[in-house]
């Protein structure tokens, strides 16, 4: 099989939208529309860096999307196509089948086009580019937090940064930290709900330290935050107990949940869109005025992940 037989073989199926031009071309080509605004990211994951270096290929597909349907949904966009550029160590069929599989799968769920790519011979590494549609004037930014604003995070954080930690020790994760680490739920329903509520939202791909700094910063304000506010299972909850290492849910990152700020006006319709979507939005603390972020309770300072 050569490179182009694999492409098609793997990577080439049917679209939801229509696509004028997908897999094939020299380019893919996407109608316009009125109305809307495109909004487009990238990642990469790397083995070793962004996943152990046993993980299936199902797991590698799915977290490669999940992680960018993460960053459409921070924007409050609907998912529309997503190009992947793929690079093999080798051309393993069994391999290849059960990543394509994945990959077709969750983007399904999304109704979510591949539309192009590019296969490549080296390091394994997938690069996804994500690309979806906001309508116009309505993504939501890391820079609209407005004093007073309620700081909210969605679900529970710490359990994926608990199963790498533990991966890392040689120990084994249990079930649940290492499906929340390798199967994140990007919130894309969540933040669709929250276009016209939310003043300001990220995606935790660093830890909610980092991710929460970045809204301040770039909404040139503070916030308090609670220690004991912050969400946690079971699980996380019972390690911090012993270790008080409060780091592992602060900075520990691959969390994929989401941190937004909504205004007390808007706080009956939050409660709304908590009940209709049967999830758990925690209060963890408050914007202010002061340009820093203060955690209450906390008596160290967690340093998060970055590359360099
Ligand atoms: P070019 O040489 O013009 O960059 P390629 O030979 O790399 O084109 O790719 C041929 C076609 O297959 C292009 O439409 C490209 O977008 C698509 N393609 C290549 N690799 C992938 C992949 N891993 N997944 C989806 N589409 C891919
Ligand atoms: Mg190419």
Request: hydrophobic fraction near 40%; glycine fraction near 6%; proline fraction near 3%.
């Amino acid at each position: 099989m050569n490179e182009f037989k694999l492409i098609d073989r793997y990577f080439n199926w049917a679209c939801y939208h229509s696509v004028s031009l997908g897999v094939g071309d020299d380019c893919a080509v996407i109608d316009a529309t009125l109305h809307t605004q495109t909004v487009t990211s990238v990642d990469t994951l790397i083995e070793g860096v962004h996943f152990p270096k046993n993980t299936s290929a199902a797991d590698i597909a799915y977290k490669a999307l999940a992680v960018n349907l993460s960053d459409l949904a921070a924007m409050g966009a609907t998912p529309k196509y997503f190009t992947l550029a793929l690079t093999l160590p080798e051309l393993n069929e069994a391999w290849l089948s059960e990543f394509s599989e994945a990959l077709k799968q969750l983007s399904g769920e999304y109704k979510l086009d591949l539309i192009g790519g590019d296969t490549t011979k080296g390091a394994l590494s997938i690069t996804i580019n994500i690309i979806g549609e906001v309508e116009v004037g309505r993504a939501l930014l890391r820079s609209g937090a407005e004093v007073d604003d309620f700081i909210y995070v969605s679900n529970v954080i710490g359990d994926a940064a608990y199963a790498w930690q533990q991966i890392e020790q040689g120990d084994r994760p249990s079930d649940f930290c290492l499906e929340r680490f390798n199967r994140p739920t990007p919130r894309v329903t969540l933040a669709q709900e929250l276009v016209g509520v939310a003043n300001a939202c990220i995606d935790l791909s660093d830890g909610l330290q980092q991710d929460l700094s970045h809204i301040l910063k770039r909404s040139k304000v503070g916030a308090n935050i609670n220690i004991d506010a912050i969400p946690l299972s079971d699980e996380v909850s019972s390690y911090i107990n012993t270790t008080q290492d409060w780091c592992i849910a602060l900075a520990g990152g691959d969390d994929y949940e989401l941190c937004f700020t909504v205004p007390e006006a808007r706080i009956n319709a939050l409660k709304m869109i908590e009940k209709n979507l049967g999830m758990t939005l925690t209060k963890i603390g408050v914007i202010t005025t002061n340009q820093s972020l203060d955690i209450k309770g906390l008596d160290k300072t967690c340093t998060s992940y970055q590359h360099f």
